[in-house]
């Protein structure tokens, strides 16, 4: 979907006269045009496949064919109807007007002597529909030296349709290279259309939707970044604010950012740092690599040390014939391999939850990640889920956002809690049921205090919306709507109700969070290939070097161990130096000791070969680079010092334990 979404082939392979009017398909939109001008540009959410002539008007069937299962749908419309509501943000034709305008432009650059600007002001009288055409034409003027021309040429950028407004959040950012009022006279124009056609921001995941439609920022003055940024920001927490990678640009704002808007960053820090992939994950996938890693190291050196006890028989007198080696186990040794059994399945099963729940996150449908509850590939997926009060909640909404006012409100009863019954409201609102949609709402309140319920309440009633708190993302989300004056505010999906989602998936699947899922997902992330490539030589070389001395003075201080009474050997004490719990004696907690050791081991590694990002394997090699959307992050807190300081502690307090353990053997002797 992403492909599609970025590409486009022409695909007019049918046409219909009405009457005077042509009607085409071209990519994913119906064109209607009369003597050769386009007097209606009709979105739709996947690409044309067919049209036919249908009760005085036609009928378009669009879907894909390439995806599995295909699908396909169909709409039936007349000349002169209204744009469809809810496909004025489709994904697959979001770049369309653009790529339009440019091949004009491209076209002109190979005709010797052609003037660009007059290309594209002809084309754009015969498209009043593209915008895109002046933004262009006026880029043009600005090289042929033609100020006046130019500026007059960007100001109609905005004077096309009304109708057309969704293009005008795209022309936002092409247009703050310009002129900034215009710029943002623009994104409030698209903004106010796509919230009025049911676009919430709130459920846009994917930060490539954030690319496709705010764009990549162009170069910034030093003079300009303070006020670029607070302007770059209001329009991130305007559009998506829960986006995949936006949660590192907050944090960076929460301290570098306007003083004033402080405390808003740091609450949109708060709901947006959750969010991977496309949905907010559970600490289990967030931090999935540091219990693979945990994993790894705690089940090696509980294998070693079962695999030495067992076979051990210089140390220990061996056991009775017919009696299990483990009789001859200390109390000590049994505990510690008891717990670390224990630690090692348990970060098992969550490590494998939480890979099962990224890899359910990274395969939802795109459009889904973009929002687009509605569309028909989201209303699909959303119906093939186990059936829980998230998904319920879920397909409620799509229903809704879809305009299956009675369906959704059936579906929505069936589940509980405040943001149920908000959207119940909703439902009925829309559907003329004024009465019934206070009662919801006045429920909603009752079972959450800050539900949307209260702007929607103040709306049916016509009382003035009382300000809440300064510096809260629902303050700031209740003023966004007031400001573009909508009728209603949904509830929206919790972190919860997404996991939740993401697990009913699996379940319906009949699958299992198993640790196979681990290999399979970094097998499929290219992740250990990732890693080598990035390792330099040397670094591989002492990992293999310190990994053998590791498992060498392991096996060899098993085998020899001295009993805690005695002095410790010299082979002793340097299998100790080098792995710390391994020959002498810690009691219980030497697993932990030698645990704890390879673990920080390991992560010191990780953050080595990916340059300090992460000691998270998954974070370090499956996060993409989100400073090229937002110039400035927040990075991590130092990691690999961290991981070098622990490490450096563990050793140090164990060759202060030898010289201890070595002199108080010899004074007892």
């Not at 529909?129 to 100001?155: C, H, I, M, S």
Request: contains cysteine.
């Amino acid at each position: 979907m992403i492909l599609l979404a970025l590409s486009f082939a022409i695909a007019a392979d049918q046409s219909l006269n009405l009457g005077d009017v042509l009607v085409t398909c071209d990519a994913a939109y119906v064109i209607e045009t009369r003597a050769g001008i386009v007097v209606r540009r009709v979105p739709l959410p996947a690409k044309c496949l067919s049209l036919e002539a249908r009760d005085g008007g036609y009928a378009v069937s669009y879907g894909d064919s390439d995806s599995t299962p295909a699908w396909s749908d169909t709409i039936s419309r007349k000349i002169g109807d209204s744009l469809p509501a809810r496909f004025v943000l489709a994904p697959v034709g979001a770049q369309y007007a653009k790529k339009k305008a440019e091949a004009v432009v491209s076209d002109a650059a190979k005709v010797p002597g052609a003037k660009i600007s007059a290309l594209l002001a002809a084309a754009g009288a015969r498209d009043p529909t593209n915008p895109w055409l002046d933004v262009l034409r006026g880029k043009a003027l600005l090289q042929e030296g033609d100020k006046d021309a130019a500026a007059q040429a960007f100001r109609e950028a905005l004077a096309h349709p009304a109708e057309y407004d969704f293009e005008l959040l795209r022309l936002s950012r092409e247009l703050e290279l310009h002129d900034q009022a215009l710029s943002d006279q623009a994104f409030d124009r698209g903004m106010r259309y796509l919230r009025h056609h049911g676009y919430e921001p709130e459920l846009m995941m994917s930060l490539l939707g954030g690319a496709i439609y705010l764009g990549k920022p162009g170069e910034i003055a030093p003079e300009n970044e303070a006020a670029w940024h607070t302007k770059n920001a209001a329009h991130w927490l305007d559009f998506a604010p829960r986006s995949e990678g936006i949660a590192p640009y907050f944090a960076w704002l929460s301290k570098h950012g306007d003083a004033a808007l402080q405390p808003l960053y740091k609450d949109a820090y708060r709901r947006a740092e959750p969010v991977s992939f496309m949905g907010p994950l559970p600490w289990q996938s967030r931090h999935g690599g540091l219990l693979i890693n945990a994993c790894i190291g705690g089940a090696t050196f509980l294998l070693l040390m079962a695999i030495a006890r067992v076979f051990q028989r210089r140390e220990r007198t061996p056991p009775a014939p017919g009696k299990l080696p483990l009789a001859k186990w200390t109390r000590a040794e049994i505990a510690g391999l008891f717990a670390g059994a224990v630690l090692v399945t348990a970060a098992l099963v969550e490590g494998a939850r939480g890979v099962a729940l990224i890899g359910e996150s990274a395969n939802v449908p795109f459009e889904l990640a973009m929002g687009q509850l509605d569309h028909p590939v989201a209303l699909r997926t959303l119906r093939d889920v186990r059936s829980n009060n998230a998904s319920l909640r879920f397909l409620g909404l799509g229903l809704l956002m879809a305009g299956r006012y009675d369906e959704a409100e059936k579906t929505l009863a069936k589940s509980a809690g405040a943001d149920a019954e908000n959207n119940r409201g909703v439902a009925r609102l829309l559907a003329g049921d004024k009465t019934a949609a206070e009662q919801h709402f006045e429920a909603a309140r009752a079972k959450d205090p800050s539900s949307p319920a209260i702007y929607n309440l103040a709306r049916v009633r016509g009382t003035p919306l009382l300000p809440a708190e300064a510096g809260d993302m629902r303050a700031f989300r209740f003023s966004r709507a007031a400001h573009y004056d909508l009728p209603y505010l949904l509830a929206v999906p919790s972190e919860a109700d997404y996991i939740d989602f993401f697990e009913a998936r699996i379940q319906k699947r009949g699958e299992k969070a198993s640790p196979f899922a681990v290999i399979a997902l970094l097998s499929s992330l290219g992740v250990l290939a990732g890693v080598l490539e990035n390792v330099p030589m040397f670094v591989v070389v002492v990992g293999i070097l310190f990994a053998l001395l590791v498992v060498l003075a392991l096996v060899r201080a098993f085998f020899a161990a001295a009993a805690i009474e005695e002095a410790p050997s010299r082979r002793a004490l340097i299998a100790n130096l080098i792995a710390p719990g391994a020959a002498l004696g810690y009691g219980a907690t030497s697993g932990v000791v030698a645990a704890l050791t390879g673990f920080f081991a390991f992560c010191t590694f990780v953050l080595i070969s990916t340059g300090g990002v992460s000691a998270d394997m998954l974070a370090a090699i499956a996060t993409p680079s989100y400073s090229a959307f937002f110039v400035h992050l927040e990075p991590p807190a130092n990691p690999l010092r961290f991981a070098w300081l622990c490490l450096a502690l563990i050793y140090l307090a164990n060759a202060a334990f030898v010289i201890y353990r070595r002199g108080a053997t010899g004074r007892t002797a």
